[in-house]
């Protein structure tokens, strides 16, 4: 394999790792900051001990979701210094304000928060944490505003430079700011990421009701999450349909792959089994056609035209495959998601909800659910942009570093792979060993 | 001023900033196993850092950002260039990291003193690698038209690992006079002795560095064509000497302020040094990196400006604030109360 290839892995390996526990972040912070909020207000000890029991947690996620963060600031430079060159004067903007204005500001608190019980008032000691919360938050803004732009280029200019090297400036910020593609993708983002944390929330107190452990905690932990991750799953699919609006319109490559349509055709319909055939260029199988779908959903006109995969040259088209399934499992993962919250919330709010044995157990083996779902929409995003790095401008074959060699990335790639099992192996251990403990 | 040199400034500053704040605790923790004699030493050591080592780290992030967003060229090759490097840099700063906060997560005495063990050897290779990268840059790196013609190995020349070591040391004396101010009783006075022992290798070293810098780099020229910038590396001799002076005399405290003195000065005195370039070229001049030839363009060094302005001064008041909250020395009942602390 060359560096190209193993440094698209690499990146693969680490962004994906690394969004195991960002999401949970997003979320959880969010739900302790209640939490506690929720004690400060009242003073009733069960939501002190809510707040003590889902914040360990929370800092255990948060640990690993810090450290494997630098890798992705490091990486840019490290493996597509081509890249970083092009479109440094642009792209870099966002990331170090994401730096200066919400990492700072999250790590500073979590350590207020996690240090401070004794040192500061109720309030501030609250206070703390909901900067915590909002701080993940604005950085998955930054973050989401800096890869909207790397799907949707704006307010920019293409330069060349005093060696002949093009790169892209920047000419408008505020463009880059109201990006429409990445404002949506953070929506998206984000509210993905309270799904996970109210999984997370509702798996882990299924578990304890099944035993009849801490009733009033954890059903009481149940119905907030249940209500936060019903929320959650309907803006993520108002969002996610807003996107694919958005992603028809400004990336047709990704959207045909999606969707596996090959013909450019009016009143697109939508085919619910789908076999597509790359070498062919068809879909081998088309069962269960539901008519004009597919131009409705994307153009919301039953006639628009939606282009197909043939229109484009082979060698600008993404693969489909991936982009393909993982967009349909993600969606049938999503509307899973809503029939268990919505059922949580229902069933959660009567009596006897600690009796419910096979809907809970259905809740705790759900809780993997929204992080797969998260992952696939990550694969659809950037597996579905390429050949591109950044969509019509760069492409990734010309993004790699050329100062390293392959036995430098094939270490590294080894070396993270390594690192990072054992990382989710202790992770694990202590998730679970805390989630069974219980409250103390 | 052209804000390619508002930058400049501001890149020395960010570098700067965080030697002096992560320096402290990559120094407490490579003393971890000398100053730390029993588990609950260990513990409060670990405590004294516990509610600002992630903030302080964050420097280092924003440094990175801000190379990328201002010189991005700059960032770009230096960050291939020195692939290797910065890959054991952030392994290390990821065991590290995961050691500290999940040490006290097992209730095991071997996960313990593994986490400690973890939490010595990533303290210590991150301080040798960014004296072994700067060294580096200070002297600059082969490199032209064709890219860079070195390796992991020719970083490890006699300048690179002689400015690894005084980084090492730098970073041992700060953090032993950060646990001594921190800390009370037998742990405080091991801590004051530790930096008493090791403060005339450190002297020592920084003559050498400093006699070795005229001939193996270029920094000595700006200082002697500019004379009054020659404060710059004074101020970083009187502030080590300050150290020896407060360390001996047994204040710590003044002996701590003179040794973040001494971090940021000596950071200064490279940075200043290589101006206007931020990594030259050993090979040929014309393919150095400078701060005019890598930066972005005016628009974006004029948005970035404004951000830094209001955001960097923000997050220094906070950052104070919290060092307030926690001025306090850590006593043993403090890890011993609370269980989330380590």
Known sequence: ?440 | MELQVVWFVLWAVLWAVYFMLDGFVLGTGMLLGVLGRSDLDRRVLLRTFGPVWNGNEVWLLTAGGATFAAFPATYALMFSYLYTALLLLLFALIIRGVSIEFRGRVDAPVWCSSCDRAVIGASFLPALLFGVAFGNIFQGLPMDRAGYHGSFLSLLNPYGLLTGVLFVLLFAVHGALYAAVKTGGALSERAGRAARRLWPPLLGVAVLFLGYSRFATRLWDNYLQQPVFAAIPLVAVAALLAVGWFGARGEMLKAFAASCATVLMVTFTGVAGLYPNLIPSTLDPAYSLTIFNSSSSPYTLGIMTIVAAILVPTVIAYKIWVYRVFRARVEEKDVLINAESY
């Open chain 1, 1 to 440: 394999m060359d560096v190209l290839t193993l440094s698209r892995w690499q990146f693969a390996v680490t962004s994906m790792f690394h969004f195991i526990f960002v999401p949970l972040t997003l979320g959880l912070s969010l739900l302790t900051a209640w939490f506690e909020t929720r004690w400060v207000m009242t003073g009733d000890e069960t939501w002190l001990k809510m707040t003590r029991f889902w914040g360990r947690l929370f800092l255990i996620n948060f640990a690993l979701g810090i450290v494997t963060g630098i890798t992705m600031e490091f990486q840019f430079g490290m493996n597509w210094a081509e890249y970083s060159r092009y479109v440094g004067d642009i792209f870099g903007a966002p990331l170090a304000i994401e730096a200066t204005l919400a990492f700072f500001l999250e790590s500073v608190f979590i350590g207020v928060w996690i240090f401070g019980w004794d040192k500061i008032s109720r309030k501030m000691h609250a206070a703390s944490i909901w900067l915590v919360a909002i701080a993940t938050n604005l950085s998955a803004l930054w973050i989401l505003l800096a890869n909207g732009w790397m799907q949707r280029p704006v307010g920019y200019h293409l330069v060349s430079g005093a060696a002949g090297q093009v790169r892209a400036e920047m000419v408008d910020f505020v463009a880059l700011l109201l990006n429409p593609y990445g404002l949506v993708k953070f929506f998206h983002t984000l509210t993905s990421g309270y799904v996970v944390a109210a999984f997370f929330v509702m798996g882990i107190s299924a578990w304890h009701l099944l035993r009849k452990s801490e009733l009033t905690f954890f059903k009481r932990s149940f119905r907030a999450a249940a209500l936060f991750g019903l929320a959650g799953c309907v803006l993520v699919a108002l969002t996610g349909d807003f996107h694919a609006v958005d992603i028809a319109k400004v990336q047709p490559t990704k959207f045909a792959a999606m969707e596996s349509v090959w013909e450019t055709q009016r009143g697109a319909p939508m085919g619910l089994i789908l076999l597509p055939d790359e070498a062919g260029e068809r879909n081998r199988i088309a069962w269960l056609n539901i008519p004009k779908l597919v131009s409705f959903l994307a153009f919301r006109d039953p006639d628009a035209e939606v282009r197909g995969l043939k229109a484009f040259p082979r060698e600008l088209r993404p693969p489909v495959w991936p982009t393909f399934l993982s967009f349909r499992l993600m969606v049938a993962l999503g509307l899973v998601m809503i029939l268990v919250s919505l059922l949580g919330v229902y069933w959660s709010g009567k009596g006897g909800f600690e009796d419910r044995r096979f809907f809970l157990k259905v809740v705790l083996w759900s809780l993997p659910l929204p992080y797969i779902a998260g992952q696939l929409g990550w694969i659809v995003a950037e597996v579905g942009r390429q050949p591109w790095i950044v969509y019509g401008v760069l492409k990734t074959a010309d993004a790699v570093s050329r100062s390293i060699e392959t036995a430098q990335v094939v270490a590294s790639l080894a070396g993270f792979t390594i690192l990072y099992g054992g990382l989710a192996a202790v992770d694990a251990y202590l998730l679970v060993k805390y989630s069974r403990k219980g409250p103390l």
